[in-house]
């Protein structure tokens, strides 16, 4: 039985096109990726393969693969592969010239560049000098990435593939990523990754469709020279389902075969000579790319015939130096073939060669681990952690850690102790937002500690411990002030201080109360007395944070952030230095002043990315800029960002956050039952109400109970948020607002009257602070007097509110309510005025229930109106003329110079169409529109 490649490929016209087109954009210097994706031997790689191939302009080709074989722990393994192979094409002396004098951040990678920098910069330093060299290269001839087996890929690879797509910006640069995704379970990595960068208007997808029956018979035709029987080509096309792997595999085996796959799989090379059957072992148990000079000494012997053997079977592929076994299922079945004697030799030989040349790998690790050798597999875990430290890999660190900590035996010894391992497992956990992973360390190694010989470590892990239970679920205050309680004043003030600073956080978020004033100032008054930034940056935050949530007004708070930013800054604190731009944020918003806001918290997400710092801050900056985007009525816009940050799984309280901006859209959208689910999602727990998303949540559980008619449930939970107000003197000043507003509403129904809800409204008006510093409580202020009062003036100076306050949904409720109060004194022009203005509004956010209100009201009054509804499946007219001029064919930059609008600015509406229109590429985009009549 021989090996049967077909020579051409066989129907993939379209792709093949779509990514010569992706190419001719990308020398254009518009940014493109394109992401390949199929089943396991579907073409991805021979598509790839052929379709660069055929590129003009003679561009450089640089690919990398990710590694099966401890894919967890092995840190940029494609990048390493692609800066490798420019190191080979443009040499050492021309790749140090590119790059920064004086040290850089890529040594870490290739020691034959230079020294690593005196002070390490983290992932902004090591992102912008892979993105800097790529763009140079593109500089002087086009470029094609190409990354493969991207459901391998390590979580750093990831992250640095996500910034390169979203900042090669107009560099000539095509990035081609493949991926096998039928096989990835719910929640997987790359599922989430490939989730959220379908929905870029800048990423092409390609999903590798199987064969159909007359494909088949092309692809029997090409392998064996003729026509196949009919007969034949049907029976191979049921049997492989159109796979052309398998279908290779049926060919050479015959059709009527009775064999399963891994036989099939494993047929194809029965008759291999022993010493090619050995190599092709040997480079399954490596688990992925094997240079050659490795494989040889692997061998003990030279290896050129089998490998040429291989090669002209088809059955191993060439990547520069490196040797590859041509597909996964192939190395799968090769491998689950050994005997478990053979299996552990191998590994064994291959640990001794990697570690006889002094590497420190993942993939040494799991060499000896495989081979039975848990002592060795150990201190070579415990070095790879190291070196993915110096690297900025910190999920790939707290991998390897884990895998140390699993390994570890009373007798091993490594040099340190396993409470040491456990806590550079916490720190590490804690700058990648791996929350429960890094309690459950913190909690290990707190056991191990002695707290009175060792007050000051022990306060240290409590502090961070404290801190991730926050995120998780608003908790962790009692850690703090245990450690509080360890650090007396006078023995580590720059410690104290900041263990003040995040008992002060943790308290704000979960249990706010006027302790938490006072262990913010206490922590300010102490880090003004020793002038350490450290312990200024997070104590500014704090009474900043402090300020934002009470009553300082929004000028205070943003003075704070900026002086915590500062300290922050300088003593390298990524993370309270995002967090001073989340809440700066927010200040401006309240402000009155949300397109800064916008602008700024998005600035902030680009720079959590840079940092590595996306799971950790980046989800609740995205939280807040969604609650910005909310009330200037950008509400899809809003969803899309939520979705992007939910997809990178954030710990669980910034998840409950991002869900309850999701649920605020759907109770306005009338869709009752995802707003439930959002609702029922959130990780809050049974008390946490008196916690500061609990009691943001009551509001919009108040509004979904009104909407399903349950008027008395409303009224319990309004009671429920006056009890946790009572024991809550520092309310959320804009948690209070939109209670009291749903209180107003409440009261207004026959049954809120009937419960006597005033005079809890009332209750909460008390609650809010001066107006003049807040506009959105002057705006509810003036909607309560409107209420009261019931006349036009009360109610339009309510409208001239919510205009200055920025909130679209509340203005056109309000309009509503003015329209009502100018029927009463018979004023039909002006009802209408106001109807029509809301009526504009509600189709532009797609709200139902706003808009059956307004139209109740148009019917009870008897006016004339007619109301325009949205173009199909919602889009706006703005979309449908962009999406008319999508379907031509033309690119965003041409979209933009037709309608005099940036590139950019179509980038986003392109977004917006697919995720409307439910579809993931442009060629859907335009199927759909056809089908359903938006392009007549």
């Not at 000494?297 to 291989?310: F, H, K, S, Y």
């Not at 933009?896 to 392109?910: D, G, I, K, M, W």
Request: a negative charge; proline letters at 5%.
């Amino acid at each position: 039985m021989g090996a049967a490649v077909s020579p051409v490929l066989i129907n993939r016209r379209a792709e093949l096109a779509a990514l010569r087109g992706a190419y001719e954009r990308a020398r254009t210097g518009e940014p493109v990726t394109v992401l390949v994706s199929g089943e396991a031997g579907i073409g991805k790689s021979r598509l790839v393969s052929t379709a660069v191939a055929g590129f003009d302009g003679d561009p450089m080709v640089l690919t990398g693969g990710c590694l099966e074989l401890g894919a967890d722990g092995t840190p940029w393994a494609p990048f390493l592969a692609i800066l490798r192979n420019l190191l080979r094409e443009w040499g050492p002396d021309r790749l140090a010239a590119a790059l920064p004098s004086g040290g850089t951040a890529l040594a870490g990678w290739l020691p034959e560049l230079s020294e690593l920098p005196e002070r390490p910069a983290g992932h902004v330093r090591l992102f912008g000098e892979v993105l800097g060299l790529l763009a140079g290269v593109a500089a002087e001839r086009p470029l094609v990435l190409v990354v493969e087996d991207l459901h391998w890929s390590d979580a750093s690879s990831r992250e640095l593939l996500v910034y390169l797509v979203r900042n090669l910006g107009t560099s000539a640069v095509l990035l081609i990523a493949t991926t096998r995704t039928g096989e990835l379970p719910s929640g997987h990595p790359t599922r989430q990754l490939l989730s959220e960068l379908g929905r870029r208007a800048e990423v092409v997808r390609l999903e590798l469709a199987p064969l159909g029956r007359q494909e088949v018979s092309e692809l029997l035709a090409a392998l064996d020279g003729r026509a196949p029987h009919a007969l034949t080509s049907s029976e191979i096309h049921r049997r492989s389902s159109g796979n052309p792997l398998f279908v290779e595999a049926l060919y050479a085996s015959g059709a009527d075969s009775s064999e399963g796959l891994t036989e099939l799989l494993l047929g194809r090379v029965t008759d291999l000579s022993p010493a090619a059957r050995k190599v092709l072992a040997m480079i399954a148990v490596a688990g992925g790319a094997v240079p050659d000079d490795l494989l040889s000494e692997v061998a003990g012997e030279p290896v050129d015939d089998a490998v040429r053997e291989l090669i002209e079977r088809h059955q191993l592929a060439v990547l520069d130096t490196d040797y590859v076994i041509r597909h996964d299922l192939i190395r799968e079945a090769v491998y689950g073939a050994l005997l478990p004697g053979e299996r552990r030799r191998l590994h064994a030989r291959f640990a001794s060669v990697i570690e006889a040349r002094s590497e420190s790998s993942a993939a040494l690790a799991e060499h000896w681990r495989v081979a039975g050798q848990p002592d060795k597999a150990l201190m070579a875990a415990w070095q790879a952690a190291a070196t993915a430290e110096r690297q900025y890999a910190y999920d790939e660190q707290l991998n390897l850690l884990g895998r140390v900590l699993e390994l570890w035996s009373d007798s091993d010894d490594i040099g340190v102790s396993r409470a040491t391992v456990q806590e550079l497992a916490v720190a590490a956990a804690y700058a990648t937002g791996r929350s429960h992973t890094g309690v459950e360390h913190a909690t290990a190694a707190l056991a191990a500690i002695d707290p009175v010989a060792e007050p000051l470590r022990v306060a240290r892990l409590l502090r961070l411990r404290g801190l991730l239970r926050c995120r998780i679920d608003g908790s962790g205050s009692d850690d703090l002030s245990r450690a509080v309680e360890l650090v007396p004043e006078g023995v580590d003030d720059v410690l104290r201080s900041r263990l003040l600073s995040g008992l002060a956080f943790t308290e704000l978020v979960g249990t706010p109360g006027p302790e938490m004033s006072r262990h913010a100032a206490q922590a300010l008054d102490l880090a003004e007395s020793i002038g350490d930034d450290q312990a200024l940056a997070d104590a500014r935050l704090a009474v900043g944070g402090v300020a934002l949530h009470t009553d300082g007004g929004p000028g205070v708070v943003q003075e704070l952030m900026q002086d915590a930013r500062r300290a922050a800054e300088a003593c390298g604190d990524h993370h309270t230095y995002l967090t001073s731009l989340q809440w700066e944020g927010r200040a401006l918003a309240d402000a009155g002043r949300p397109e800064e806001a916008v602008i700024l918290l998005e600035g902030a997400e680009q720079q959590a990315e840079q940092w590595g710092r996306m799971r950790a801050r980046g989800s609740m900056l995205a939280q807040n800029r969604a609650e910005v985007l909310i009330s200037l009525g950008r509400w899809d816009e809003a969803l899309e960002l939520v979705d992007n940050a939910l997809a990178d799984g954030p710990p669980p309280w910034y998840e409950a956050s991002l869900r309850l901006e999701v649920a605020v859209i759907a109770v306005r959208r009338g869709r009752y039952d995802e707003a439930a689910d959002q609702l029922a999602q959130m990780a809050v727990p049974p008390s946490g109400a008196a916690s500061e998303v609990g009691l943001q949540r009551l509001p919009v559980q108040m509004a979904l109970a009104v909407g399903n008619d349950d008027v008395p449930a409303a009224d319990r939970l309004l009671a429920e948020a006056m009890d946790v107000m009572s024991d809550w003197p520092a309310a959320d000043v804009v948690v209070t607002a939109r209670l009291y507003l749903a209180a107003l509403r409440l009261e207004r129904t026959t049954s809120g009257r009937r419960r006597q809800v005033p005079a809890r409204s009332g209750l909460v008006r008390k609650r809010l602070p001066d107006s003049d510093r807040w506009p959105i409580v002057d705006a509810v202020l003036r909607t309560g007097d409107a209420f009261e009062a019931g006349t036009v003036a009360a109610w339009d100076a309510a409208v001239d509110a919510w205009r200055t306050a920025y909130d679209v949904h509340e203005l056109a409720l309000t309009l509503v309510g003015g329209a009502a109060a100018a029927l009463r004194s018979n004023n039909k022009p002006g009802a209408r005025r106001r109807l029509d203005e809301a009526r504009e509004i509600g189709i532009q956010l797609s709200a139902p229930p706003l808009l059956a209100e307004i139209d109740e009201l148009t019917q009870r009054a008897g006016l004339s109106a007619v109301r325009e509804e949205p173009a199909a499946h919602g889009l706006t007219e703005r979309e449908v003329v962009v999406l008319r001029t999508l379907a031509r064919g033309l690119s965003n930059a041409e979209i933009a110079r037709e309608l005099f609008v940036s590139p950019n600015t179509v980038a986003t509406h392109v977004a917006r169409i697919l995720r409307k229109l439910g579809v993931a590429t442009r060629t859907e985009a335009t199927a759909v529109a056809h089908r359903t009549g938006l392009l007549d």
